[in-house]
């Protein structure tokens, strides 16, 4: 198929930026979205024009590495990463509007490129068990129910992305925080700093200038790995709950 | 008990091998035996504990005046960054990607291993030290292995303590199950992201040590020089990614986890970064790469679509335990839709020709299995080039047998990315898997200690090449991967630092200027060359030569025709690159150049090593060594060795040093799983 690429080109932080228009012909559509910008990529470097910076590593929907905003929408119209997203999902003819994430706490670095550095600085804040190592008892000793391992589970698959903060309208990390809040506070290691850990992550977020929620759900429309919205209720609770505790 | 019987380790079960063939004259000069200096003796139960008493400690009021350099975050690095940080002493740890969570140590499905024994069904460390012995077809260091099971069981309890989900059981205690080619059920699981779910364990562990100021994190930094003083690894030099600014990091002591070298054939399951230019760096300035030729072809990956593909996608090879594969039995069914071709016209090969393994058989004989049912122009799916390049992996018998349900709660994410990538249902239609590239044994030399052949070089992971021998077990990388950076690094590295810290360097030194301005000129090199060809060009080429002569099956005469293939691309890529853009920014183009230049040099070593090494064993299958029947025939006569290369200069030959394999608790026998 033949496409038409509008692509954000910025050449660093302090540069204006603006949409820059490409073709590329002979797309498969068994490529993957991103493949078919190494072919556009490769295509700049033989014209002798810089290619489009853009993030991915694994390409296998699992190391969170890869964004983009596609048509307007955070990875695009398939609920997927963007890495895993095939040219399938598309038609010859189409014309395709790729921007980075649009969020004050991820400044653009370099075109497509965003720095996410204020989702590690949430999880320094407290999103972790204090757990030493060599410290742990038998693993079997302290069972976990089923059903709340699941829970657990079914959270932690966050890829820590950003297409949460990008899809929100308020730039929200809600759902982030919401997973991890859920993740440790439902098992039965996360119960000794369940409080502390809610106050602080919750306190690190705003401080970040991430947004508050107001129960609009694109996030969780938007996350490739469905982490449900039901995460920032459960961090609301958590919330409530410590801070009537005075934590 | 035939076949499993265990040694004390008191006495030498073999002696030394010695070469007859020389496959490799003219490409390499041999050079002094090697010995592990730091290797324990006696029981070989008790090496471990001995040891770790033995290692000197580190006071705690010192420890923070120490400096540890930690490259890459996956396991390994994440682990070790963690750990030593909660010790007390001063970490920098580095990564390519924009944060620690992202190495590629996240990818992995499956599970990990650990000789807890749950299922009392006759597993303990005895036996996955064995297991992992026989799995790497005898190449690997036997104290190594048996300190790897030995610490299997504690990982399980760390990660379990920091929240790692485990797969649980309804009475809420954890669940295992049977995983590559194994017969007890010792692997812990996350679903199919085990190994997610392990590193976010490591990296919150890290974040929290980095929140406590014991650990400073370098994201988007790549190392690109290791500097030695006086014979020390004593830092490195980094290229800041975002300014492209060249930095030197001074400490102590530098860990290299940095992950295997995979994307030498450029179509790997490894990530798009990953690369071999830390622990090439770090040979060129002395380090010994050992067993470079040993490569895991893993049997599960969604086979190629087309020219574009710019990397593969791996199926855990869990589905193994339910699927069934199979190719036709008359080639002209090749073309026909799975589901019209009658039970008694396909071919489950592995069960024929396996019958006790069957579909479990270690990777290394699916892989060959796979690749022989396609030579003989049986394989399936869309013609890629002139040949059909896939077999069937067939849930249909699995699914008839638990249910729909029960294979989607267990398999759920593996299928739906399957169906993702080919558009084909594999609830309906039997999936197609083909070998992959996915894993790589070889990787720097290291003792005991984890301690290269430079003093304050330590490696760990799959950086190193101490544990899996010729062939990895599936579940055992992760497990290695937490073993070195949670508890063996850790209680080594404290015997090298308490001699430290040592006499303080600064940036002014000489040897530190050097390695800066040799980093320096290497950039301008690849900015000046100014010729028609992308690096990405040159890595694809440089991966179909790899693919083609030093893949699942190499010949004397491929190896010699790769290595003349190599040199040629290597003089053009130094002539003709095409690196656009500039040093002082976010520049993909120059960090893929500097990848692939060592990946070149890499390759061609690769191929050296495989043309010396006259034996089919594990990863690694000679055609000119087989049985009479196909199988894989090992000569443990010839080469029961390590084969530690030094580099020889741009202008020299690798020197070839060997270590032997003296096993004192196993005896060295032939694999069979028929």
Redesign the interface.
Known sequence: MNLTLKIWRQAGPNDKGGLHTYQVADISADMSFLEMLDVLNEQLNEKGEEPVAFDSDCREGICGMCSLMINGEAHGPEVTTTCQLHMRSFKDGDTITIEPWRAEPFPVVKDLIVDRSAFDRIIQSGGFISANTGSAPEANSVPAPRDKAMRAFNVATCIGCGACVAACPNGSASLFVGAKITHLGELPQGQPERWSRVVDMVGQHDHEGFGGCTNIGECAAACPKEIPLDVISQLNKDLRTALKNGH | MAGSTLHDGLTPLNGPSEQKSDDARGYYTLGDKLVDPVAPTGPIKDRWTTRKFENRLVNPANRRKLDVIIVGTGLAGG?AA??LG?AGYNVKSFCY????????S??AQGGINAA?N?KEDGDSTFRLFYDTVKGGDYRSRESNVYRLAEVSA?I????????V??????????DNRSFGGVQVSRTFY??G?T???LL?GA???M??Q??AGTVE?F?RHEMLELIVVDGKARGIIARDM?TGEIETHLADVVVLATGGYGNVFFLS?N???SNVTAAWRAHRKGAYMANPCYTQIHPTCIPV??D????L??MSESLRNDGRIWVPKKKEDCEKDPRDIPEEDRDYYLERIYPSFGNLVPRDIASRQAKNMCDEGRGVGPLVGDFRRGVYLDLGDAIKRLGKDAIEEKYDNLLD?YE??T?ENPYEVPMRIYPAVHYVMGGLWVDYHLQSNIPGLFVSGEANFSDHGANRLGASALMQGLADG??VL?NTIRDYLADGPFEKIDETHEAVVEARRSVEDRVQKFLSING?R?A??YHKELGNIMWEYCGMERTEDGLRKAIDMIRELKADFWSNL?V??SAD??N??LEKAGRVADFIELGELMCIDALNRRESCGGHFRAESQTDDGEALRHDDEFAYVAAWEWGGDEGQPVLHKEDLIYTAIEMKQRSYK
């Open positions: 682990a963690a750990t909660e990607q924009d944060s620690p969570r992202r190495a590629h996240i990818a807890k749950y504690n399980i309890d760390q990660c379990v303590a920091q929240g989900p485990f797969a649980r059981e309804y009475g809420g205690l954890l996350a679903r992201q190994g997610q779910q976010i990296y919150q562990a974040e929290r980095v929140a994190s994201t975002v399951t990530a798009m970064g679509s087309g574009h593909q710019s990397k996608t791996l990315m993702r990538i558009g949670y508890f850790p028609t992308s990405d060009s095409k656009l853009g920014t976010l993909q183009s």
